[in-house]
C-alpha cells in the first residue's frame, strides 16, 4: 500500500485543519485513587499507572474495582471516553491514552484525564495519533518537571489534532475511521503474529523438557545415582555489588544474572567488577558450574550455568561453583530435569526470598551413566549433551527471532500510521 497516495485518495481534496483537542472534545481531570481502594469486585476502575503497563490501546474491561461508595467520589468513565495519563518518571508513557468500551460505567482518579470526544473526533483516531511524531512534538512542548514529567489538562488541551474535512464532521468521521481501521489491522497482526510465535515457542519448550527429562531418566540402562557431594564439591562465591560493576575489569557473574541473562552454559560474562577487589574476590574455573542459592522464585533456585570459558570468574556469595569430573553442560542439563526440581524443593527455604541451602544441596542425586567406565560414562555423557544443545538452539533462536519478528511488524504499523498522518500543516490553528 503506497501510503501517501491512499491518503491523498481518502481525502479526495477535503481540506485538513489542526485543531486545539480542547475544542474537539471534553477533558476532565480525576482525583485521587490511590491503590490502597482497590478491591476484589465492585466498579470498574482505571488507575492511571496501569494505562502505561497493563492495557493496550482500548479495553473493554478493567484490571481493578473499586467499592461503590468509593467510586462515587471518582470521576466517571462511559462507552468511548479516553483515560489519559498526565504524569510519569518517563516522558514516553506520558499522555499514554487508554478508549474504555467496557459496557458497564468505570472511574478513575487522579494524574489522569477524561477525555469525551465531540461530534468531530474519533477517540481511536485520536488514541493512534498520539503515537506519532507530532504529538510527542507537542507533547514535548508542554511537558513539564525533571524527576517526575508531567502535561496538565490545561496543556493537553492546547495539543494540536489534525481534522480532516472539519467543515463536515460527518465525513470527516468516516475518514479517521478508514484510518483507524487500517492502522487496526497493522496492530492486530502484529498482535496475532506475537500470540503465533509465542505459543510455537511455548510447545517447542514443552518438547524440549519431554526429551531433556526422557533422556536424563536412564530407564534400565547401566545407571547409578549418585549425591552431589558424592561427585564434587561446592565452592560458595565472594560478595560483590552492581556498585562495583565497570566497562573493563575482571569477569564475573551476580547470581541474579544466571536466570535472567544466561542460558544453560556461557565462555563470556555480561558484567566485570573492578580489578581493585581481586584479593575479595572467588573465582570458579572452567567447567565448574554455578548454581544460584538464592532468588524470589523456588523455580529459579539452584538454576545452573556451565562455565565454559578459559579465563576464570570471580561469582556471587549467593551462589556455588560446583567442581567435578564429568562433562559440564550433563550436569547443568541434569539440573534442569523434573527429577532435580522434585528432590531441590524439599531443600528450599519458604520465606519471600528463597533459599537453598548447600547442606541441603549436597544431598540431590544426579545420574551416573556408566559409572564403572570413566570413559564411556564421558561419552555418552557427551552424546545426550549434543542432543540436548540441539534443542537449546531451536529454543534459543526462536526466544531470539520472536522479538526481532514482532519488532518489525512493529516498524511496519509505525511507517505507515506516520503517512496517514502525515497531513499537510498549513492550516494550523
Same mark, same amino acid.
Given at each position: ?14 481540506? /485538513? ?9 471534553e ?18 476502575a482505571?488507575?492511571?499507572g496501569?494505562?502505561? !503497563?497493563?492495557? #493496550?490501546?482500548? !479495553? ?51 494524574h ?11 477517540? @481511536? ?14 507533547k ?15 496543556? @493537553?488541551? &492546547? $495539543?494540536? $489534532? ?16 478508514? $484510518? ?12 496475532? =503474529?506475537a500470540?503465533?510465535? +509465542? ?6 519448550k ?22 552431589? %557431594? ?17 566497562d573493563?575489569?575482571?569477569? +564475573? ?30 573465582? +570458579?574455573? &572452567? #567447567? ?5 542459592? /538464592?532468588?524470589?522464585? *523456588? ?18 556469595d549467593?551462589?556455588? +561453583?560446583?567442581?567435578? &569430573? ?5 550436569? %547443568? ?11 531441590? %524443593? ?5 520465606? &519471600? @526470598?528463597?533459599?537453598?541451602? *548447600? ?19 564421558l ?14 538452539? =531451536?529454543?534459543?533462536?526462536l526466544?531470539? #527471532? ?13 511507517y ?10 498549513g492550516d494550523?490553528?
Amino acid at each position: 500500500m503506497n501510503g501517501l497516495g491512499y491518503l491523498e485518495r481518502l481525502l479526495d481534496g477535503a481540506a /485538513v485543519e489542526w485543531v486545539p483537542l480542547g475544542e474537539l472534545a471534553e477533558l476532565v481531570r480525576g482525583n485521587g485513587l490511590p491503590k490502597s481502594d482497590f478491591t476484589e469486585t465492585g466498579v470498574p476502575a482505571i488507575h492511571y499507572g496501569q494505562i502505561y !503497563t497493563h492495557y #493496550g490501546m482500548s !479495553t473493554t474491561t478493567t484490571k481493578s474495582f473499586v467499592a461503590p461508595e468509593t467510586a462515587a467520589t471518582l470521576k466517571k468513565v462511559n462507552y468511548g471516553d479516553i483515560v489519559i495519563t498526565n504524569t510519569s518518571e518517563n516522558f514516553e508513557d506520558v499522555a499514554t491514552p487508554l478508549v474504555y468500551f467496557g459496557d458497564e460505567q468505570a472511574v478513575t482518579g487522579g494524574h489522569a484525564t477524561i477525555i469525551r470526544p465531540g461530534n468531530a473526533l474519533s477517540a @481511536m483516531y485520536f488514541a493512534h495519533f498520539t503515537q506519532t511524531p507530532e504529538f510527542e512534538a507537542e507533547k514535548r512542548r508542554y511537558a513539564k518537571g525533571t524527576k517526575v514529567i508531567d502535561v496538565s489538562a490545561v496543556d @493537553m488541551a &492546547k $495539543i494540536l $489534532i489534525p481534522i480532516p474535512c472539519p467543515e463536515n464532521p460527518q465525513k470527516s468521521l468516516v475518514i479517521q475511521a478508514e $484510518i483507524v481501521r487500517i492502522l487496526d489491522a497493522f496492530s492486530m497482526l502484529t498482535a496475532e =503474529l506475537a500470540a503465533e510465535l +509465542a505459543a510455537e515457542l511455548a510447545a517447542r519448550k514443552t518438547q524440549y523438557n519431554h526429551y531433556r527429562n526422557q533422556l536424563l531418566s536412564f530407564d534400565g540402562e547401566d545407571v547409578e545415582w549418585k549425591t552431589l %557431594a558424592e561427585i564434587g564439591e561446592f565452592i560458595r562465591g565472594k560478595r560483590f555489588t552492581k556498585a562495583d560493576y565497570v566497562d573493563e575489569g575482571i569477569s +564475573a557473574i551476580h547470581y541474579g544474572e544466571i536466570y535472567t541473562h544466561y542460558g544453560t552454559f556461557a565462555s563470556e560474562t555480561h558484567s566485570k567488577v573492578k580489578p581493585a577487589l581481586e584479593n575479595s574476590l572467588r573465582f +570458579a574455573q &572452567k #567447567g565448574d558450574v554455578i548454581i544460584t542459592g /538464592v532468588s524470589e522464585t *523456588v523455580e529459579d533456585v539452584g538454576k545452573a550455568l556451565a562455565w565454559l570459558g578459559d579465563e576464570r570468574v570471580a561469582f556471587h556469595d549467593d551462589s556455588y +561453583a560446583f567442581r567435578h &569430573k564429568m562433562n559440564p553442560k550433563f550436569i %547443568a542439563y541434569a539440573l534442569q530435569t523434573d527429577a532435580f526440581q522434585d528432590q531441590k %524443593a524439599q531443600y528450599v527455604s519458604t520465606g &519471600k @526470598m528463597k533459599r537453598l541451602l *548447600v547442606e541441603g544441596i549436597k544431598k540431590v542425586k544426579l545420574p551416573i551413566p556408566f559409572p564403572n567406565d570413566p570413559a564411556k560414562s564421558l561419552a555418552e555423557q557427551a552424546r545426550i549433551v549434543s542432543i540436548l544443545d540441539k534443542f537449546e538452539t =531451536l529454543t534459543a533462536s526462536l526466544a531470539t #527471532g520472536l522479538p526481532r519478528e514482532i519488532a518489525l511488524r512493529q516498524k511496519q504499523y509505525e511507517y505507515y500510521r506516520n503517512l496517514l498522518f502525515s497531513f499537510p500543516k498549513g492550516d494550523k490553528a
